[in-house]
Nanobody, 124 residues
Framework: QVQLVESGGGLVQPGGSLGLSCAAS????????MNWYRQAPGKERELVAT???????????GYADSVKGRFDISRDGAKNTVYLQMNNLKPEDTAVYYC??????????????WGQGTQVTVSS
């Protein structure tokens, strides 16, 4: 089975930066979407950033309003990895961050993969 392994979380001061990585244990065939979600205690999981894979048209990205202009999602197909660069972090960004991959199988099957989550804490 495919495993998504996250890394890069930690404790940072407000205004600081962190880079998160999510690496698949093996290549995933026909990835459609790679997302980053986050969930703070007592709150619902929210979509933070998304990147839709493309071929000739290129990748397309989107961000939640709360992180727009501060976060950047990217991917490296050769490394089977999706990244989330977080800049100008705020205390309200504190949450467990999860990566997500939606992919097509060899046939008509579709697959959803989740990372284990990594804690990001923004505090002075």
């Amino acid at each position: 089975q495919v495993q998504l392994v996250e890394s890069g979380g930690g404790l940072v001061q407000p205004g600081g930066s962190l880079g998160l990585s999510c690496a698949a244990s093996r290549s995933i065939f026909r990835i459609n979407v790679m997302n980053w979600y986050r969930q703070a205690p007592g709150k619902e999981r929210e979509l933070v950033a998304t990147i839709t894979t493309g071929d000739s048209t290129g990748d397309s990205t989107g961000y939640a309003d709360s992180v727009k202009g501060r976060f950047d999602i990217s991917r490296d197909g050769a490394k089977n990895t999706v990244y989330l660069q977080m800049n100008n972090l705020k205390p309200e960004d504190t949450a467990v961050y999860y990566c997500y991959v939606h992919a097509m199988g060899w046939g008509s099957a579709e697959y959803d993969y989740w990372g284990q989550g990594t804690q990001v804490t923004v505090s002075s």
